[in-house]
């Protein structure tokens, strides 16, 4: 009981991460049409400046900076790195955001060096907050829940009422139209990428100190996200909330049962020999948790390409 | 008894909540050159969709032929024999004239999967793009990448690549949007010599070019066929006076 | 060198004498390829078969990106099972009585790649666009993972491995063997995509990208037709797979990396996509660069990323692109010329500023001690020389400056070169 309880909260928090990091990169691909590969360096980034401002400022004002500081460093590569590339054709923009990650994860290398970094929780932060049987739930957790959601609940708000949020909106359905109409579409385009940054920079400060700060951090959840973002429907945030945590609950919970299919097959007395063919059949789920993304992409692009809320076809 | 090349029973198509075709029946005749008029929102491009089978009806039937087309990809309904253009130019532009129509012999002629000749050894092929680019007085062009040619030609290259796939029933939207009176003028003189022995259905705003090509017109109007006939006939239609024409003659 | 910029063969617009030319250079080529053997060292032919190996893979993706403007993020799907399929081949004759002609072993990469193509094709076709790709690269995820599981065909964590045996009196032991097999087979696949291009079904496949509803329109299946694309792809780089286990005899789960997959794209980009040998000189420089380098710097991803994004902004057609256009013999050079040297001018600056501050960098950061010194060019400069830094900062800042300021110019023209037969 107390598995299913932590193990849902855990996934519910970690698909409100999930969704930090994703809810600028679906709108970033609404806007763009583009997938920014170099979306999981900027939650890294974010990791490596919260680390590094932490032990100076504060933890909290870390946080800050550390948005602050991807916000602008996001902001700079879609002006002087992704605006050239526009009217190439979306092929280019992938690839400079590409080069970017690689980019990305060798300066990390060359400052910080290739190991974890010893970037934890801070002390008045770490403390149980209720008991779950034996065991406290940490109140840090609850923490990245709440600013997650505050996030979204900001993001909500600023989009859906105010008039910044109509031309962003509109930007990302027709943005000729809305340039013809005066606005000034490339700041747009490169307001949102500074903010879809930022969030993923915040993201990566929180999450860094509870899990790993390394320069693999890119790649990991990087991937990760663009599956979330598809299921999500490309485009649509709040398809990128539902598909966060959608497989953020899966995900924690597959990694904590170790089910087989050949268990599965037991039901039909076919167990021992489901076990003499080996191989996949005996995996247990915790193994093929990071698969299984993946396998949910697959079903949703054959099935339903626009994805659980998405409304292109 | 001329035959029916194209009929359709009832057509309805709606986009959602919107009805935008309303139970059209339309019957064009072997031979005939039967244009499709109506205000702007009538729904014409809607049934060139239709008739070309790019998108299905939500009730209703489309007989090509005799047979029904419902179901059928835009491929399949080619290879019966319809031929489509666009009122938005839409060739190869990376290709030249010659390449652009080499494209629609091949398909003519089934080949497809070829992969052991080269294409400009095929005599009896460039034959054909010869023929065909002579028709359209494109000859001089063959060499241009279509995206090069000057509005008229490449509306004159889309007419060509429609025909290259012989089709006996033709349907042509707007084949002279946007041109000035003297290339409308001469395009209308090519399409009335590539039509001959073959059926036309087109879409067309220019009402002189409908009175000089056509000898049958109907009046789609909010999705619905309101008057059918002969050219003059339909000329003094008062309901298509005032649908069309706003003239309020009552 | 005279080719064709735009994308599709314009053979007929290419004058006579460019076409003589042409062929010539292809000749010489040819021969060039043959006898470098003769020059290298081992290890330089071992560069030189990994480079052959990487341009066939990335022309393999440049067919379905130039052709049908598809981006396939699982081109290492192919590859991987070509390689494996190779080495099963080959360990199946390890110790068999018979024996199994040794230059034929690729052949088992063709045919497992067609196989995968067809497979994957099917399916992936249901989708276009940015769906295709996506569709892709989770096949190649999930093929990663069964290969990592999977024992007896992948070989598991460690991956199988092999031996090439003696065929016809040769031993196949050296790699001087195994560059002329390597180069016929990427000549071979070469020539066929080649020949493939001045085919009906070449024409044909070149005009789904170009415009597939007015395919569909003409009377063709246009799935069929992109699957039969992504059959041809696959079958080449399932022969580059093969040929690449041929090599180094053995393969294992890590062929289906992500960076596999992007490897072709990178490359085929960077060389240019929309001539013919665009994708194999960007292969082979990037290759080169890499190989190279990384037994210079320990930090050479960087300056691989750093080049890889230049190119791309700079020169968005391609080095190769840029070449054909350069020698169309079209260029106003009174015009261009000035900011084209400005502009290289800018760049060797940036570069050489950001060389020596990354390699300071890196030097400061991670050294044990801050008495570590940069050894290069016969100097040697102390990490914590500020006049070191300063010159690699400003060095940089100038270049960029000038980059930034002739780069619109230069992308223009680049832009008008496109439109040069």
Known sequence: MEFVVSSFLNGLIYGLLLFMVSAGLTLIFGMMGVLNFAHGSFYMLGAYMGYFLSSRIGFIPALFGAGIIVGIVGMLCERFLLQPVHREGHAHELLVTFGLLFVFDEIVKIVFGQFAMNYAVPADLNFEVFRLGNFGYPFYRLFIGIVAAALFFGLYVLVRYTRAGLIVRAAVQRPLMVQVLGHNVPLVFMIVFACGAAMAGIAGAIAGALLTTSPTMARDIGTLVFVIVVIGGLGSVSGALVASLLIGVFSTFAIGLDWTIADGLAWFGLRSVAQQIGGLLVTPLSTMAGVLPFVLMLVVLLVRPAGLLGDRA | ?250 | MSMAVGGEPAVATVGFRRRGLFWLAGLVAVVALVALPGCLSPKGVHYAIRLLIAALYAMAFNVLWSQARLLSFGQAAPFGIGAFSVLHLMRLFEDAQLSFPTPLLPVAGILAGIVVGVLVGLFATIRTGTYFSMITLAMTELLGVLARRWNSAFGGETGLSSMRMPWAGLSFGNFYEVYYVVLFWCLLGLGILWFLKLTPFGNIAAAVGNNERRLEFLGFNTRILKTQIVTVSFAVAGLAGGLLAFTTENASYELFSGYTSAEPIIQSFFGGVGTFLGPALGAAILSLFGLVLSDVTRIWLLYQGILFILVIILLPIGVGGAIAALSSGRVPWAKMGPWLAAVGCGLLLLFAGTTLISELAYRFFQASNLKETLDILGLSIAVTSISAWIFGIVAASIGLIIVLKGERRIREFWASARQMP
Not at chain 2, 16 to 26: F, K
Not at chain 2, 27 to 41: F, K, M, Q, S, T
Not at chain 2, 165 to 176: M, V, Y
Request: with cysteine; glycine share 8%.
């Open chain 2, 1 to 250: 008894m001329t035959k029916t090349v194209l009929q359709t029973a009832q057509l309805k198509k709606a986009f959602g909540p919107i009805e935008i075709i309303r139970g059209v029946d339309l019957e064009v005749c072997e031979g005939e050159r039967h244009a499709l008029i109506g205000p702007n929102g009538a729904g014409k491009s809607t049934m060139f969709e239709l008739l070309s089978a790019s998108i299905a009806p939500t009730s209703g039937d489309i007989l090509l032929f005799g047979q029904s087309i419902l179901g059928l990809s835009p491929a399949n309904v080619n290879r019966r024999g319809l031929g489509r253009s666009f009122q938005i130019t839409s060739v190869f532009p990376g290709m030249t004239v010659t390449e652009n129509l080499r494209l629609g012999v091949f398909a003519r002629r089934g080949i497809r999967f070829d992969a052991m000749h080269i294409s400009s050894r095929l005599s009896d092929v460039n034959e054909e793009v010869e023929k065909l680019m002579t028709t359209v007085r494109l000859q001089d062009r063959r060499n241009t990448h279509a995206s090069d040619l000057p509005y008229s030609e490449q509306r004159a290259l889309e007419l060509a690549l429609t025909l290259t796939t012989d089709p006996q029933l033709l349907l042509l939207d707007e084949p002279t949007a946007g041109m000035s009176r003297q290339e409308a003028e001469h395009t209308v003189e090519l399409i009335q010599r590539v039509t001959d022995g073959r059926t036309l259905l087109i879409v067309e705003h220019d009402m002189e070019v409908v009175f000089t090509l056509c000898n049958r017109i109907s009046v789609l109007v909010y999705g619905q066929v309101i008057a059918t006939g002969e050219p003059q006939a339909i000329r003094k239609n008062a309901d298509v006076q005032t649908a069309y024409l706003g003239i309020d003659t009552q």
